[in-house]
Protein backbone atom coordinates (compact mmCIF):
# COMPACT_ATOMS: atom_id res chain seq x y z
CA UNK A 1 0.00 0.00 0.00
CA UNK A 2 1.24 3.49 -0.75
CA UNK A 3 1.58 5.53 2.87
CA UNK A 4 0.75 9.21 2.85
CA UNK A 5 2.50 11.41 5.15
CA UNK A 6 1.36 15.02 5.87
CA UNK A 7 3.46 17.19 7.72
CA UNK A 8 2.88 19.30 10.22
CA UNK A 9 -0.18 17.37 12.29
CA UNK A 10 -0.78 20.33 13.33
CA UNK A 11 -0.59 24.20 12.31
CA UNK A 12 -1.62 26.74 14.37
CA UNK A 13 -2.08 30.27 11.81
CA UNK A 14 -2.97 33.85 12.34
CA UNK A 15 -5.70 35.06 10.82
CA UNK A 16 -4.80 36.66 7.11
CA UNK A 17 -1.28 34.63 7.31
CA UNK A 18 -0.34 32.12 4.72
CA UNK A 19 -0.48 28.69 6.22
CA UNK A 20 1.35 25.32 4.11
CA UNK A 21 0.95 21.83 4.55
CA UNK A 22 3.26 19.07 2.50
CA UNK A 23 2.06 15.42 1.56
CA UNK A 24 4.34 12.91 1.36
CA UNK A 25 4.04 9.56 -0.50
CA UNK A 26 5.82 6.45 -0.46
CA UNK A 27 5.36 5.65 -4.02
CA UNK A 28 5.60 7.57 -7.07
CA UNK A 29 1.81 8.85 -7.71
CA UNK A 30 2.44 8.99 -11.38
CA UNK A 31 -0.14 7.20 -13.13
CA UNK A 32 0.45 5.12 -16.25
CA UNK A 33 -2.22 7.07 -17.86
CA UNK A 34 0.47 10.42 -17.07
CA UNK A 35 -1.72 11.80 -14.67
CA UNK A 36 -1.07 12.08 -10.92
CA UNK A 37 -3.80 11.41 -8.79
CA UNK A 38 -3.46 13.58 -5.69
CA UNK A 39 -6.13 15.41 -3.70
CA UNK A 40 -6.33 17.20 -1.07
CA UNK A 41 -9.56 17.13 1.13
CA UNK A 42 -10.89 19.65 3.66
CA UNK A 43 -12.85 18.55 7.09
CA UNK A 44 -14.63 21.35 8.78
CA UNK A 45 -15.85 19.91 12.80
CA UNK A 46 -18.84 18.16 12.69
CA UNK A 47 -18.96 18.00 8.40
CA UNK A 48 -18.59 15.17 5.98
CA UNK A 49 -14.49 15.76 3.79
CA UNK A 50 -14.90 18.28 0.85
CA UNK A 51 -12.60 18.38 -2.17
CA UNK A 52 -10.34 21.17 -2.43
CA UNK A 53 -7.84 20.26 -4.98
CA UNK A 54 -7.43 17.15 -7.57
CA UNK A 55 -5.20 15.58 -9.64
CA UNK A 56 -2.11 18.30 -7.77
CA UNK A 57 -3.31 21.48 -8.42
CA UNK A 58 -6.82 21.76 -9.81
CA UNK A 59 -9.49 23.79 -8.00
CA UNK A 60 -12.76 22.02 -7.52
CA UNK A 61 -15.58 23.82 -8.30
CA UNK A 62 -16.78 26.48 -5.59
CA UNK A 63 -13.45 26.72 -4.13
CA UNK A 64 -11.80 30.01 -3.22
CA UNK A 65 -8.52 30.86 -5.03
CA UNK A 66 -6.62 31.40 -1.82
CA UNK A 67 -6.56 27.38 -2.05
CA UNK A 68 -3.65 26.20 -4.02
CA UNK A 69 -1.74 22.76 -4.63
CA UNK A 70 1.60 21.81 -5.96
CA UNK A 71 4.00 19.04 -6.09
CA UNK A 72 4.92 16.16 -7.99
CA UNK A 73 6.12 12.40 -8.23
CA UNK A 74 6.14 11.98 -4.28
CA UNK A 75 5.69 15.61 -2.69
CA UNK A 76 2.87 17.76 -2.69
CA UNK A 77 2.01 21.12 -1.11
CA UNK A 78 -1.16 22.53 -0.15
CA UNK A 79 -1.47 26.38 0.72
CA UNK A 80 -3.42 28.65 1.91
CA UNK A 81 -2.63 32.22 1.17
CA UNK A 82 -4.47 34.08 4.05
CA UNK A 83 -6.35 31.92 6.39
CA UNK A 84 -10.00 33.12 7.39
CA UNK A 85 -11.76 31.51 10.08
CA UNK A 86 -13.95 29.17 7.51
CA UNK A 87 -10.78 27.25 7.13
CA UNK A 88 -10.41 25.81 10.42
CA UNK A 89 -10.34 22.31 9.88
CA UNK A 90 -8.66 18.79 9.02
CA UNK A 91 -7.20 18.35 5.69
CA UNK A 92 -6.24 15.31 4.12
CA UNK A 93 -3.80 14.23 1.13
CA UNK A 94 -5.22 11.23 -0.78
CA UNK A 95 -3.95 9.18 -3.14
CA UNK A 96 -6.17 7.40 -6.08
CA UNK A 97 -3.23 6.21 -8.19
CA UNK A 98 -3.24 2.67 -6.54
CA UNK A 99 -5.38 0.83 -4.51
CA UNK A 100 -5.79 0.64 -2.02
CA UNK A 101 -6.78 4.57 -1.82
CA UNK A 102 -4.46 5.82 1.33
CA UNK A 103 -5.02 9.27 3.15
CA UNK A 104 -3.13 11.22 5.03
CA UNK A 105 -3.32 11.15 9.11
CA UNK A 106 -4.41 14.56 8.42
CA UNK A 107 -3.49 18.27 9.70
CA UNK A 108 -5.11 20.23 11.64
CA UNK A 109 -5.58 23.94 10.55
CA UNK A 110 -6.26 26.32 13.60
CA UNK A 111 -5.92 29.98 14.69
CA UNK A 112 -3.50 31.01 17.40
CA UNK B 1 -27.07 19.41 -7.85
CA UNK B 2 -25.63 16.23 -7.05
CA UNK B 3 -26.34 14.91 -3.68
CA UNK B 4 -25.41 11.83 -2.04
CA UNK B 5 -28.14 11.38 0.90
CA UNK B 6 -26.83 8.26 3.46
CA UNK B 7 -29.64 6.25 5.93
CA UNK B 8 -29.81 6.70 9.45
CA UNK B 9 -27.54 5.90 12.32
CA UNK B 10 -27.49 2.24 13.48
CA UNK B 11 -26.43 0.64 17.03
CA UNK B 12 -25.81 -2.65 16.61
CA UNK B 13 -24.15 -5.15 18.58
CA UNK B 14 -21.04 -7.21 18.07
CA UNK B 15 -21.22 -10.62 15.81
CA UNK B 16 -24.48 -8.86 13.73
CA UNK B 17 -24.41 -6.43 10.27
CA UNK B 18 -24.92 -3.74 9.08
CA UNK B 19 -26.37 -2.26 5.80
CA UNK B 20 -26.01 1.38 4.98
CA UNK B 21 -27.40 3.02 2.02
CA UNK B 22 -26.41 5.59 -0.03
CA UNK B 23 -29.23 7.47 -2.20
CA UNK B 24 -27.58 9.47 -5.36
CA UNK B 25 -29.47 12.42 -7.28
CA UNK B 26 -28.88 15.29 -9.63
CA UNK B 27 -26.68 13.16 -12.05
CA UNK B 28 -26.63 9.59 -13.76
CA UNK B 29 -26.25 7.23 -10.71
CA UNK B 30 -24.34 4.57 -12.97
CA UNK B 31 -22.26 6.91 -14.90
CA UNK B 32 -19.89 6.73 -11.70
CA UNK B 33 -18.18 4.94 -8.88
CA UNK B 34 -18.78 4.75 -5.64
CA UNK B 35 -16.36 4.55 -2.83
CA UNK B 36 -16.91 4.04 0.68
CA UNK B 37 -14.73 5.56 3.95
CA UNK B 38 -14.81 5.18 7.27
CA UNK B 39 -13.95 7.68 9.83
CA UNK B 40 -13.68 6.29 14.02
CA UNK B 41 -13.99 8.87 16.27
CA UNK B 42 -10.86 11.65 16.54
CA UNK B 43 -9.37 9.10 14.16
CA UNK B 44 -8.38 9.82 10.34
CA UNK B 45 -9.53 8.47 6.83
CA UNK B 46 -9.59 4.87 6.12
CA UNK B 47 -10.93 3.38 2.66
CA UNK B 48 -13.08 0.94 2.65
CA UNK B 49 -13.60 -0.46 -1.03
CA UNK B 50 -15.61 0.83 -4.61
CA UNK B 51 -18.33 0.01 -6.69
CA UNK B 52 -19.18 0.23 -10.28
CA UNK B 53 -22.85 0.76 -10.37
CA UNK B 54 -22.74 0.46 -14.12
CA UNK B 55 -21.06 -3.08 -14.25
CA UNK B 56 -21.41 -4.02 -10.35
CA UNK B 57 -17.93 -4.74 -9.89
CA UNK B 58 -16.36 -3.85 -6.91
CA UNK B 59 -13.04 -3.87 -4.92
CA UNK B 60 -12.17 -3.65 -1.47
CA UNK B 61 -9.16 -3.16 1.12
CA UNK B 62 -7.79 -6.00 2.22
CA UNK B 63 -8.67 -5.57 5.70
CA UNK B 64 -12.19 -5.53 5.12
CA UNK B 65 -12.16 -9.17 2.47
CA UNK B 66 -14.90 -11.17 3.55
CA UNK B 67 -16.58 -8.90 6.17
CA UNK B 68 -17.74 -5.74 3.74
CA UNK B 69 -20.00 -6.26 0.60
CA UNK B 70 -20.71 -3.54 -1.81
CA UNK B 71 -23.79 -3.78 -3.89
CA UNK B 72 -26.68 -1.35 -5.68
CA UNK B 73 -30.03 -0.96 -6.89
CA UNK B 74 -29.79 0.72 -9.99
CA UNK B 75 -33.78 1.09 -9.89
CA UNK B 76 -33.59 3.51 -7.26
CA UNK B 77 -30.26 4.68 -7.83
CA UNK B 78 -28.92 3.96 -4.24
CA UNK B 79 -25.83 2.39 -3.37
CA UNK B 80 -25.00 0.24 -0.25
CA UNK B 81 -22.63 -1.13 2.10
CA UNK B 82 -22.89 -4.45 4.28
CA UNK B 83 -20.56 -4.94 7.32
CA UNK B 84 -20.64 -8.01 8.87
CA UNK B 85 -19.02 -9.46 12.23
CA UNK B 86 -18.93 -5.81 13.49
CA UNK B 87 -16.33 -5.09 16.22
CA UNK B 88 -16.58 -2.46 19.10
CA UNK B 89 -13.81 -0.94 16.66
CA UNK B 90 -16.12 -0.87 13.70
CA UNK B 91 -17.86 1.96 15.74
CA UNK B 92 -17.43 4.84 13.22
CA UNK B 93 -18.85 7.28 10.80
CA UNK B 94 -19.28 5.74 7.15
CA UNK B 95 -19.08 7.76 4.40
CA UNK B 96 -19.97 7.22 0.34
CA UNK B 97 -18.44 9.49 -2.30
CA UNK B 98 -18.65 9.52 -5.90
CA UNK B 99 -15.65 9.39 -8.10
CA UNK B 100 -12.92 6.89 -9.39
CA UNK B 101 -9.75 8.80 -8.96
CA UNK B 102 -11.17 11.83 -7.56
CA UNK B 103 -14.08 11.63 -4.66
CA UNK B 104 -15.93 14.73 -5.84
CA UNK B 105 -19.10 14.47 -3.78
CA UNK B 106 -19.29 13.02 -0.29
CA UNK B 107 -22.71 11.54 1.53
CA UNK B 108 -23.07 12.82 5.07
CA UNK B 109 -22.34 10.15 6.70
CA UNK B 110 -23.89 7.24 8.36
CA UNK B 111 -22.76 7.30 12.63
CA UNK B 112 -22.48 3.34 13.29
CA UNK B 113 -22.18 2.20 17.17
CA UNK B 114 -20.87 -1.37 17.89
CA UNK B 115 -22.01 -2.01 21.56
CA UNK B 116 -23.01 -4.76 23.48
Known amino acids: DIVMTQTPLSSPVTLGQPASISCRSSQSLVHSDGNTYLSWLQQRPGQPPRLLIY???NRFSGVPDRFSGSGAGTDFTLKISRVEAEDVGLYYC?????????FGQGTKVEIK | QVQLVQSGAEVKKPGASVKVSCKASGYSFTSYDVNWVRQATGQGLEWMGWMNPNSGNTGYAQKFQGRVTLTRNTSISTAYMELSSLRSDDTAVYYC?????????WGQGTLVTVSS
Open chain 2, 97 to 105: ARGSRVTEH
Open chain 1, 94 to 102: MQATQFPRT
Open chain 1, 55 to 57: KIS
